[in-house]
């Protein structure tokens, strides 16, 4: 199984500031015929599923704000949120789907500052 | 606009066979598309892949589950089912459908809203 680790597991932001999620995998993710990393990033508020954000590594989801932005390839991304705001408190989930079986980070919560 | 909604019990006991079904609403299985995926999240915990159907009917469970698991396709075509047997306390969670794109392999698009299923006498 590739195993996903997240860093932080928590963090503090303030509103307005940048806020930084990193996301490691034990193998590459990268499928090599199209160039494309099968890594996924989600949302997930309380009570709530979690919401696709980010695909492909680095391509938003339709109707997902332009502050929040995803980079990286291989084994190493990171989920960035530009300008933080309130409703952005949530935990968020990196997720390889290189490979079966599907695996997920173990999450990094989001709060204010 | 595809809509997916877990249902069934919400207390299962232990050693007992937990059963759920996901109603899609606005599209059908059939059309061949996607992947119909089992997720769970035990109470203040990450996520965890069950396994996916396709609607030929072909599955993958996850090998950590596999030997408990069957996904299946409802007769009605827009419904899709788990099965895990032998459950323990370690099988409470809150249990979601999910969709996942065959050709463009985004991750999971679409979830339900999920369904908490508690295992205890």
């Known amino acids: 199984d590739i195993v996903m680790t997240q860093a932080p597991d928590s963090l503090a932001v303030s509103l307005g500031e940048r806020a930084t999620i990193n996301c490691k995998s034990s193998q590459s993710v990268l499928y090599s015929s199209n160039n494309k990393n099968y890594l996924a990033w989600y949302q997930q508020k309380p009570g709530q599923p979690p919401k696709l954000l980010i695909y492909w590594a680095s391509t938003r989801e339709s109707g997902v704000p332009d502050r929040f932005s995803g980079s990286g390839s291989g084994t190493d991304f990171t989920l960035t949120i530009s300008r933080l705001q309130a409703e952005d408190v949530a935990v968020y989930y990196c997720q390889q789907y290189y490979s079966t079986p599907y695996t997920f980070g173990q999450g990094t919560k989001l709060e204010i500052k | 606009q595809v809509q997916l909604q877990e249902s069934g019990p919400g207390l299962v006991?232990?050693?007992?066979?937990?059963?759920?079904?996901?109603t899609v609403s606005g599209g059908s299985i059939s059309s061949g598309g996607y992947y119909w995926s089992w997720i769970r999240q035990h109470p203040g915990k990450g996520l965890e892949w069950i396994g996916y159907i396709f609607y030929s009917g072909s599955t993958y469970y996850n090998p950590s589950l596999k030997s408990r698991v069957t996904i299946s396709v409802g007769t009605s075509k827009n419904q899709f089912s788990l099965k895990l047997?032998?459950?323990?306390a370690a099988d409470t969670a809150v249990y979601y459908c999910a969709r996942e794109s065959r050709t463009l392999l985004r991750g999971f698009d679409i979830w339900g809203q999920g369904t908490m299923v508690t295992v205890s006498s």
């Open chain 2, 85 to 88: 047997r032998s459950v323990t």
């Open chain 2, 13 to 22: 006991k232990p050693s007992q066979t937990l059963s759920l079904t996901c």
